[in-house]
């Protein structure tokens, strides 16, 4: 299902940009240093947030933080310096008071998957308390993209 020109499905969103790799993020094999992905999820995060209307302003001004609890990748073919491979972002929804991402980098010549990966992000109040139930912003967020 299409909406805005956007995928959509009854439980996902998905966002997708195409980046270049840079030197300073290659190690001495001109292969992407394993810490650059953080980076790269870091970008298609914002990227989603910007095209979904999720961002980190919209969290904090809302009285809230959204700091990772979990992280992971699993590599399956190295990414080189030079080329322009494309992410992924997959928005997974759940009930549960968490924002929750899976990615895909894609090395955009051959399409072959180079990465994948996921993260859960929490709910924090001001006073750096996990928040159990979800924020009136992200209900209402939720209740933009899914309809019920």
């Not at 956007?6 to 394993?34: G, P, Q, Y």
């Not at 999720?54 to 990772?68: K, T």
């Not at 929750?100 to 955009?108: G, M, P």
């Not at 709910?123 to 899914?146: A, G, H, I, S, T």
Request: proline share 3%; aromatic share 18%; charged share 30%.
């Amino acid at each position: 299902m299409k909406k805005n020109n956007k995928d959509i499905s009854a439980t996902s969103l998905k966002a997708s940009r195409t980046f270049e790799i840079r030197f300073s993020e290659v190690d001495s094999m001109k292969i992407v240093w394993h810490g650059s992905y953080a980076k790269y999820f870091e970008d298609a995060r914002e990227a989603f947030g910007k095209e979904y209307g999720l961002g980190y302003s919209l969290i904090y001004d809302s009285g809230y933080y959204a700091p990772l609890v979990e992280l992971s990748f699993q590599y399956k073919r190295p990414l080189v310096y030079g080329s322009k491979p494309r992410i992924d972002i997959i928005y997974r929804k759940t009930d549960a008071a968490k924002i929750v991402f899976d990615y895909e980098i894609y090395d955009s010549e051959t399409n072959e998957l180079a990465a994948t990966g996921h993260s859960v992000q929490v709910f924090m109040d001001r006073d750096y308390e996990l928040v159990w139930e979800n924020p009136e912003f992200y209900e209402q967020w939720k209740n933009k993209w899914f309809k019920e």
